[in-house]
């Protein structure tokens, strides 16, 4: 069957739902912040501070505050993470950007105040100068962040804002549960979002050519 053979009425009707499904993420994505800074809450942190915590715990740093991550994800967590790396890393051979995994130190305001340190699942880097220690100086080209239930409004929130101010030029937020991607590119200093479903071919707008295949990381 080709496309043009397809009835311009089921087309429209699959749109449809996509969309529906896609409003649907949204409208539930509110609620409670399950990420708690709950190391002394009242004190701010540098990056140096972070550096000599030894308490077995993960930690992210935004602006001075620590935020207590969960310990391990999921297995599944950790297929769909190894799964979006791959076809990053076969996109990406030969090529200046590179894709990295957690645990990876982001430090986004490394030339400033350096009171601000993450770890997403993945980051492209595409300027290697910033690459230094236990991660990077700055801000990625990309980040993927994959939800667990512990961060999942943590991750469309507190970190969305924070990459859209750090000037991460794509943020992708994976709903490994409802099978989504939420894409989101940065322009004139705002994140302008596109939702995808789990049978799409994604594209890394900031990757010339580079389209990722949800068939394969759903599957």
Request: with cysteine.
């Amino acid at each position: 069957m080709t496309l043009n053979s397809i009835p311009f009425a089921f087309v429209l009707l699959a749109l449809r739902f996509s969309a529906v499904i896609c409003i649907m993420y949204l409208a539930t994505s509110k609620g409670g912040l399950a990420v708690e800074a709950l190391r002394n809450e009242g004190q701010l942190y540098t990056y140096a501070d972070y550096c000599t915590w030894d308490d077995g715990m993960k930690w992210e740093l935004i602006d001075g505050k620590a935020y207590s991550m969960a310990p391990a994800p999921a297995w599944e967590h950790q297929r769909y993470s190894g799964r979006l790396f791959k076809q990053l890393a076969v996109h990406l051979e030969g090529k200046s950007c590179e894709v990295f995994a957690a645990p990876f130190d982001v430090r986004l305001n490394a030339d400033t105040d350096d009171n601000t340190v993450v770890q997403p699942d993945l980051v492209v880097i595409c300027d290697s100068s910033i690459l230094s220690g236990t991660g990077c100086a700055g801000s990625p080209d990309m980040v993927v962040e994959i939800l667990s239930p512990s961060t999942a409004a943590y991750d469309k929130s507190v970190k969305l804002n924070l990459y859209m101010r750090a000037g991460v030029r794509e943020y992708w937020i994976v709903d490994s549960d409802a099978k989504l991607v939420h894409t989101h590119v940065l322009e004139n200093g705002r994140y302008f979002v596109t939702c995808y479903v789990g049978s799409d071919a994604v594209p890394a707008h900031v990757l010339e050519g580079c389209m990722i295949d949800l068939s394969e990381v759903f599957r």
